[in-house]
């Protein structure tokens, strides 16, 4: 699949070594590595990150959309969050095996004056034959990590109720807050329940 940035793939072929470290965050579990990235990196793996996209989202884990989608509906997304990732309202996790890309995850920075301690985790997923190694967890550890270096001390999160990814936040301290009945459907029409969760990172790291 051809990438046409003319504006990003230059810039992305001529980053120097300093600029490509200032963008890296380092943490490790079993094989995989786990580093936020910037608009430059996400333009140069986003072949990877569409496939990798599609393939989830179509195997079950919506992550917002409704499947099933394609490679064009994917790309799209990814090209939606550049502008923020640009300004780091938006952070971005990439869990690496090998150098190919594996997992993901982002962080969102909220811009209000009254909630500069607040972060909403968004589009956590790791590839279906890299799970059960730790990747998921080794992520939540990242990105959990650069939220307090923000200052970000309550995350919060929504996903479908009762369903592994709600049980694998709870496993991680995470807190119900809510359940919506009915907040997605598929293109049947069937109507899913969502769970708002939230985890607070201070006060845990105090106690």
Known sequence: MSVDFPRFELESKTMTQTQQLSYQRFSRSTSATIRTVSALELVARLP?????FTETVNGGTPLGFMAPINHGIAREYWISIIRELETRERLLFIAYDDNAVVGSGQLLLSQRSNSPHRAELQKVFVERASRGRGIGRA?????HTTALEHARTLILCNTRHDEPAERFYKSL???????IPGWTVDREGERYAHVTLYKELGRERAA
């Open 139 to 143: 992520l939540m550890n990242a990105i």
């Open 173 to 179: 301290g995470y807190k119900e807050a809510g359940v």
């Open 48 to 52: 990877e990150l569409v496939e990798l």
